[in-house]
């Protein structure tokens, strides 16, 4: 297995973690595949408050003598707390649940705008953190994150975070944190944790057919989901890729390929491969944006590559799930970024060097995601708020 330093943990972690959100059923099952992850040099395992019977069943397999063999990692749902009594009822409940007293890394789970860890804030997550770590029950403290790019940073740069989870996939290298907001948290020193490296399967076993031939033509030695994950480990700043592996041969594969590929090893002429793919996933009618950000900042604060890219991503998936990521990364966030909030002013246009018309293309991105469901999300965010 190969390790990637991570001084803050005090220990290398491996390039593949357990992502422990869907276990095969029944506890013989999900006890084997731990057993084999740890056996094949897996040392981190992430699971939530609200994964469905994920943490009582690794509390179940740590409490046979496997607690300090690994750097266990769990979230604080912050969006079903309302008052710190919360923050202590839930973390009490999860190391009840994990068999264990404490926990090496706790992230505040799912933050997606600046707004929301401000509300964290308000009730007093800080003090409730430093308490929680000066008793020696929580080691570090991080964030997973799925919004946009400056709201990473902003949430980044607001509190002395230890590391951080991020969405990273060769399809999102430039969406949400994108591997700009990956390397901004790398130059502060945090371990970078990557969730989502296959898309929730999307490019793995639900690859379209035009982007399973590009990946056949170069390598047929690979599954789709090795492509995937290859893209990642030749990343130097990814400390550990998640992986939800629910069956032994997918932890044969992916551990194999975890051996073989380090920072940097991927040619030029592979990671072209990547770029044909995901042209072919995108499919006729997408939006030529390489997501450089050249054409920022916008005087309106509109997020033209990601508005862009949620575009492209929902041509290859379906309407309704394009205008989820939509709203959720545009709009729900601290301020919004919604392609209509463009003024028509133009300037962003002499800067993009793939010559788009960008002022013509965000309203063909408005036509697609800014009906009726986009005005009724985004009033009902409103009111949330007002009442707040
Ligand atoms: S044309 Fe629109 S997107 Fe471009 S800089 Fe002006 S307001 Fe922003
Ligand atoms: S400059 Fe052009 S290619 Fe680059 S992010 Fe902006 S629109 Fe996309």
């Not at 084999?36 to 469905?52: E, Q």
């Not at 020193?189 to 490019?203: A, D, F, K, S």
């Not at 028509?344 to 010559?355: A, D, H, I, T, V």
Request: aromatic share 10%; net charge negative.
């Amino acid at each position: 297995m190969q390790y990637r330093e991570a001084k803050v943990f005090g220990k290398d972690v491996s390039v593949l973690g357990l992502g422990c959100m869907r276990f095969p059923r029944g506890k013989t099952a999900a006890h084997a595949i731990m057993q084999a992850s740890l056996d094949a040099g897996i040392n981190y395992f992430d699971t939530a408050y609200v994964y469905p019977g994920s943490e009582e069943t690794v509390g179940e397999f740590l409490a046979q003598g496997h607690r300090d063999e690994v750097i266990l990692a769990t979230k604080l749902p912050h969006y079903l707390c309302k008052s710190a009594a919360d923050f202590d009822r839930i973390f009490e409940e999860e190391l009840k649940r994990l068999q264990t007293d404490y926990v090496d890394c706790y992230l505040i789970h799912m933050l997606a705008s600046p707004d929301q860890w401000q509300r964290v804030v308000d009730l007093g997550i800080e003090d409730w953190t430093a308490r929680r770590k000066e008793a020696g029950q929580i080691r570090h403290i991080g964030f997973s994150f799925h919004g946009a790019n400056a709201d990473f940073k902003e949430i980044l740069d607001a509190y002395d975070w230890e590391f951080t989870q991020i969405q990273l996939n060769y399809f999102d290298a430039h969406a949400q944190a994108g591997l700009d907001g990956m390397r901004y948290a790398a130059e502060k020193g945090l371990p970078i944790i990557v969730m989502e490296p296959l898309r929730g399967g999307t490019l793995a076993n639900k690859l379209s057919p035009d982007a399973q031939k590009v990946f056949d033509e170069a390598g047929p030695d690979l599954s789709y989901a090795q492509w995937g994950l290859q893209w990642l480990y030749n990343i130097p700043e990814v400390t550990c890729v998640l992986s939800g592996m629910n069956e032994m041969q997918q932890i044969i594969e992916n551990v194999a390929l975890a051996d073989l590929v380090t920072p940097g090893t991927l040619s030029g002429e592979t990671l072209e491969v990547y770029e044909r793919a995901v042209q072919a996933i995108r499919g006729e009618g997408a939006i030529g944006c390489t997501g450089c950000h050249y054409c920022e900042p916008c005087p309106k604060g509109v997020d033209i590559p990601t508005c862009f890219h949620i575009y492209n991503s929902g041509l290859s998936t379906s309407w309704f799930a394009g205008e989820y990521d939509y709203i959720q990364n545009t709009s729900l966030g601290g301020k919004p970024t919604n392609a209509g909030r463009c003024v028509q002013c133009g300037s962003c246009e002499p800067k993009c060097p793939q010559q788009l018309p960008i002022r013509e293309l965000l309203q063909t991105v408005v036509k697609r995601y800014e009906g009726i469901p986009y005005k009724v999300a985004t009033s009902v965010k409103r009111r949330v708020m007002h009442q707040n």
